[in-house]
């Protein structure tokens, strides 16, 4: 064999080797651009095997979850929302209720504060937007409870375990939230499961928590 069909030859095998190796990407991505939300652009990074709903589908289970009231305002006021579950049999009910999902779930949401929200939208108020941990006492275990900051939002990351009621298992919650520059939208990425699965799938809720970033309007 001549030196030009050897390197052909070799030029074949190093290749067959890189696309060998080129397999489906690790990550899906979450992002909102600036337009009808209130503020910048929010991102993140999600495993590629865990299931994306699509927001017509949040929007229609909340609306029928809330049934007016309070927390039909808080829908009514969600510019932008991402929803995704881990289990191989991916329900919205595993995201948004009250029962504690056995495989990780992800939540995220941009919703403006109304005026009169605006007032009480203190650190604590960021860290109680699930569970009211602030006056939980001895019911809560703090796993992290941390001020975060990106360009002039202003936030709290908060990871605490607890037991959403008697018989059902521990739950950990990793919950990052943001008060925008203005005071007038709230950034919120919530990532939680059973304490167990948290425990097993902690390198891969790292990877989307770590990944949240949010870059207000008029901030590099």
């Known amino acids: 064999m001549s030196g030009l069909p050897r390197r052909r030859a070799a030029l074949a095998g190093v290749a067959a080797l890189v696309l060998a190796g080129c397999g489906a990407p690790e990550f899906q991505y979450a992002a909102e651009q600036p337009g009808s939300v209130p503020a910048g652009t929010v991102y993140f990074k999600v495993p590629q095997g865990w299931t994306q ?31 995704y579950d881990a289990a191989a049999d991916p329900s919205l009910d595993h995201v948004l209720g009250r029962t504690t999902p056995d495989h990780p779930v992800v939540y995220a949401s941009l919703r403006s504060l109304y005026t009169e929200e605006q007032a009480g939208a203190t ?69 939680r499961c059973t304490s167990t699965c948290y425990d097993q799938n902690q390198d891969a809720i790292e990877a989307v928590t770590s990944s949240y970033t949010i870059q207000e309007a008029g901030h590099g």
């Open 53 to 83: 709903f699509p927001a017509a589908s949040i929007a229609a289970a909340e609306k029928q979850w809330s049934g007016g009231g309070d927390p039909g305002l808080i829908v009514s006021a969600t510019a932008w929302q991402e929803a």
């Open 123 to 191: 650190r604590d108020a960021l860290r109680d937007m699930l569970v009211p941990v602030s006056t939980a006492g001895s019911g809560v275990t703090i796993r992290t409870d941390q001020d975060v900051a990106q360009g002039g939002a202003q936030g709290v990351h908060l990871v605490f375990s607890y037991a959403p009621s008697p018989g059902q298992p521990e739950e950990t919650i990793d919950q990052t939230a943001y008060l925008s520059d203005g005071t007038d939208a709230v950034y919120l990425l919530v990532v």
